[in-house]
Structure formats: C-alpha cells, structure tokens
C-alpha cells in the first residue's frame, strides 16, 4: 500500500496520517522497497524484448531549494513508454537564480555527464546496437550515445514550448517526435510528489528522490502502462 500510495502523488506525511502510522516507517519502507523496485524493474527489462526506438532527456528538479537543482536523466523506450533507466545527479543553477546560488551555496557541481554515461552504460544489455535514440537539441547527448551506442542512429529535434497540460512536460506542437518521453515525464509529475511543480514537498536528499523514483517507476512499468510481449 504504501509503495502504490506513494507512486500515486501522495507525501510520505499523508500517506502516515492514512494509514495511522509513523512517518518513520513510511521512510523506511520506502528505502526497502526501493531495493526490491530496481531489481524488479532491471530483471523485467532483461527478460522483454531489447528496444529498438528509445527517447531519451533531463526533467530538472531541486532539492531544498531552487537555487540547488537537480537533473533525472531518463530512457524511455518509444513504443511502449516503458522506463528503461534513469539518473540522479546535481546540476549548477541556471538564469536568475545563478549569482544567488553561487552566493550562498558556492560553486555546485555539475554530475550530468557521469550520470548520462551510467544511464547509457545501464542501458547495453535492454537496447539494441543499431537502435535509434532520440532527443532534443542538447549538444553535451551525441558523445554519450557515440561512446556506448557507435551502431546507433541519433535524431535530435528542437525544444518546443510547454503547453498548461502535463504540467508544462507535454509539448504545444501538434506532432511531439519525443511525445514518449514527455508524456512519461509528465505522469512523473503527475504522481510523484516531490515532483510537482507547485508544492511544499520537496526534496530534501538527493538520495531519497532516487528511492521514491526507484518505487514509481516499478509501479508504472508493471501497472500504468499497457504490457506488451515479451522478447
């Protein structure tokens, strides 16, 4: 109960007052789930099919404050919309915000690219070697794929503005070429708290942000999206 309360937008505090028990063991059964969800969600793609099409981008986030954001990287294969992978890692403030994160946070590292070569390291044995990935214009993505994906094919296509639905993840444009990947990103925000992009959960480890999407994104390949045949 506790790891579909949480994959279906529900705080870690409401889903205690719930369930009338201590938010502590909401904590740590979130941590031992998360265990168990990254295994299951590993072994069920090693056992489907290796994906042929994959998309794949950043969704930011912060943790305590915007001024300290993060970056998941995140692989979605194009047909099924099934999760393939994901990554956690920091990232510099950007815009605005920039002078007054380095004032009071100092200078932030950026994990991006080691988090990019895990997800496309992670990402060998469940996608094919001529595979096509597809992104948009970022030029730090070709060398990833390059480096671990030399066969594959790599289509980049052109930032589209947000549109008011899926939480501004869902592009205004009538045809997405990465619709897969944003329409996953949005039911992220949709159903992960902490995610939301207007809210009081936030997070505050960077650690649990990846234990929380660690549940979800066992929930939402074994039960949101339609099971297609295995490989």
Known sequence: MIK?????????????????????????????????????????????RRALIVQFDDLETFEHSKCKP???????????????????????AKGMLAKKARQIYGH??????RARRLLFNSLRPIVREEATFKSDSNPHYPPSVKLYFPRAK?????????????????KKVKFDPIYSLNHTCAM??????????KTWCTTK????????????????????????EAG
């Open 4 to 48: 579909s309360m949480l994959s279906s937008g529900m705080s870690q505090n409401r889903v205690a007052l719930v369930l009338k028990i201590n938010r502590k063991t909401v904590v740590r059964t979130m941590l031992i789930e998360a265990l168990k969800s990254h295994f299951n969600t590993r072994m069920n793609n090693l056992k489907k």
């Open 70 to 92: 993060l970056s998941i990287t995140l692989a979605v294969e194009e047909e099924t919309r099934r999760i393939l992978g994901y990554e956690v890692s920091s990232m510099r």
């Open 108 to 113: 932030r590292k950026d994990g991006r690219r």
């Open 154 to 170: 790599h289509l980049r296509f052109e930032g589209k503005r947000g549109s008011l639905g899926g939480q501004g993840e869902l």
């Open 188 to 197: 992220l925000r949709a159903n992960v708290n902490r995610l939301f992009r």
């Open 205 to 228: 480890r960077m650690d649990r942000l990846h234990a929380h999407l660690a549940l979800y994104v066992d929930f939402h390949n074994s039960r949101l999206i339609p099971q297609r």
